[in-house]
């Protein structure tokens, strides 16, 4: 628990200033972190970033990452659109499988591709919302972050009822109302400082199913790290495991809330 606790201010700490300066800086650092979920992804798969297919990957994995005002750019440089160059992506992989005579196979290759949409997408948005404004970006992850210390804290005391424990036997349905009523807490609260600018119900229904999918989101990493039999996705986070281990839940809530139109 120390050196949870430790690891976790530390990335707070470094994380916080990029979150507060916006740009190109955090775009870059999202980048980073994209590209090392993305690894880990595929090394539980037991496939590896630096070769053929995962480099090729990385042609998805970047198309689907990079923000409006850079597709912009590079679409303007190469007349290709983000579909275009995720498609070339797509038909480079099922190249690949031939050449190599099925020791990577069609599985894998839409493992690949399905990994860089899941990777890829939830960091677009983390970039998009920064870009939205700092103040809506501060409350969707003090959404994601009360949320799971709301069902960790809930759950430990008051939870009885499993929730899902062929996936996550820790996890309690106590727990799960606790972190939604944590979230809703959290962002009245920041609401009242920080004026999100829309109706109070609005934020509360919102709120509840942004809390709803961040948990989702974590269940679904957890439903991976079981099927590939990992305790952690990665190791880049001594007592916190790996980045999709920390980033499951925004994966998740930051697509959510555009697609809401909330941003």
């Known amino acids: 628990m120390k050196q949870r606790l430790i690891t976790g201010a530390i990335a707070f700490a470094l994380f916080i200033p990029f979150v507060i300066l916006g740009g190109t800086p955090f775009t870059i650092l999202v980048l980073i972190l994209g590209t090392i979920g993305f690894q880990e992804l595929l090394k539980m798969k037991g496939r590896t970033l630096w070769s053929v297919p995962g480099l090729i990957s990385l042609l998805a994995l970047y198309a689907f990452m990079m923000p409006g005002e850079w597709t912009l750019q590079v679409s303007g440089w190469t007349g290709y659109t983000k579909v275009e160059f995720a498609f070339i992506a797509v038909i480079l992989l099922l190249i690949h499988t031939v050449i190599v005579k099925n020791s990577f196979t069609f599985d894998d290759a839409a493992f690949a591709i399905l990994g860089t949409l899941y990777v890829g ?28 210390s709301g ?9 009885k ?24 807490v959290a962002a009245l609260v920041f609401n009242f400082f920080v004026d999100l ?23 679904v990493e957890s439903a991976l790290k079981r099927h590939f039999n990992v305790k952690d996705s990665g190791k880049v986070l001594p007592g916190h ?23």
């Not at 960091?123 to 809506?136: D, K, N, W």
């Not at 495991?241 to 839940?249: C, E, H, N, P, V």
Request: hydrophobic share 55%.
């Open 121 to 148: 997408m939830g960091f677009l948005y983390l970039i998009e919302t920064r870009e939205a404004g700092l103040a809506v970006l501060i409350y969707a992850l003090l959404v994601v972050w009360f949320t799971d």
């Open 151 to 159: 069902a960790y804290f809930t759950g430990r005391k008051f939870g």
């Open 161 to 184: 009822r499993k929730l899902w424990p062929e996936i996550s036997p820790n996890k309690t349905i106590e727990g799960f109302v606790g972190g939604i009523l944590y979230a809703v």
């Open 197 to 219: 600018n829309k109706p109070v119900y609005i934020i509360i229904l919102v709120t509840i199913v942004a809390s709803v999918f961040g948990q989702m989101g974590d269940l």
């Open 241 to 263: 495991g790996g980045i999709l281990d920390r980033f499951d839940s925004i994966l998740f809530v930051m697509p959510l809330l555009h697609f809401l139109h909330f941003i």
